[in-house]
């Protein structure tokens, strides 16, 4: 058991911060280590992969899922651009829109990090 350098308690020697007040407890203040080592480099995310995303998220929006008029019982009606309904009372399926903009989002930037390069 190790005490608490702020207030005293005693705590076990894995803990790194104190329970008690969240006061930082470091056996040994020498053993600090910066914040990258030298000779390590620092990854990035795949650009070109990201560019990828934002232009399928700009294609999405410019076409997106149609639905019925609400009038009409529901019923998809397709992809077709956001100026030429598929119908003349046709409206955008907002809740199909949003799944399919939030999926390419994480998908780009899981992707983007799976495949990220070192410089």
């Given amino acids: 058991m190790k005490p608490c350098p702020a207030c005293g308690r005693a705590?076990?020697?894995?803990?790194?911060?104190?329970?008690h007040c969240g006061a930082g407890v470091e056996a040994d203040p020498s053993l600090r280590t910066t914040a990258t080592p030298a000779g390590s480099t620092r990854e990035q995310l795949?650009?070109?992969?990201?560019?990828g995303m934002v232009t399928v998220l700009i294609v999405s929006v410019l076409?997106?899922?149609?639905?019925?008029?609400?009038?009409?019982?529901?019923?998809?009606?397709?992809?077709?651009?956001?100026?030429?309904?598929?119908?003349?009372d046709a409206i955008v399926s907002r809740l199909l829109l949003m799944i399919e903009l939030t999926t390419t989002a994480i998908a780009g930037m899981y992707l983007s990090f799976l495949f990220r390069t070192k410089p």
């Fill in 11 to 19: 705590l076990p020697e894995i803990n790194r911060y104190c329970t």
């Fill in 46 to 51: 795949n650009l070109q992969i990201l560019y």
């Fill in 63 to 88: 076409m997106p899922p149609w639905e019925s008029p609400p009038s009409q019982p529901p019923l998809f009606l397709g992809f077709h651009f956001i100026l030429s309904p598929p119908q003349p």
